[in-house]
């Protein structure tokens, strides 16, 4: 299967096929029922890794026979900013204008309903995003955090 990498910014317009390389499967935890996600690593015509292909490069590392002998561990951190739907300004902040001193918004466990007189708006996300992992029986590997930023 491949896609015009040029409407990604993944390839030139003049040689914009990129092939789709199946990696990983899962249980979709937004549509449950028989849909799945599918996590692919991507390749130009020629075989060769475009340079976004970040897995290919960490596969061969982690493959190495000294490295997996370590049994390494790795994390991947996502982080979004929840933005209001007709201004794209942060949720939570006001219009125009900026929230109080950070000191009040400082990084939390997620599951806080909210520090001082801020809320965390952010938390029900990452709950929703928590429950999800836990449909793909993830949640050994799952933690969250609200971060300084209002709506972060």
Known sequence: MDFDGSSTGQATGDDSEVILCPQAIFRDPFRRGKNILVICDCYAPNGEPIPTNKRHSAAKIFGHPDVKAEEPWFGIEQEYTLLQKDNNWPLGWPLGGYPGPQVTRHVAPCSAPNLGKDPI??????????????????????????????AQ
Do not use: P
């Open 121 to 150: 708006f952010s938390h029900i996300v990452m709950e929703d995003y928590y429950s999800a992992s836990q449909h793909n029986k993830r949640e050994e590997n799952f933690s969250c955090k609200c971060r300084i930023l209002l």
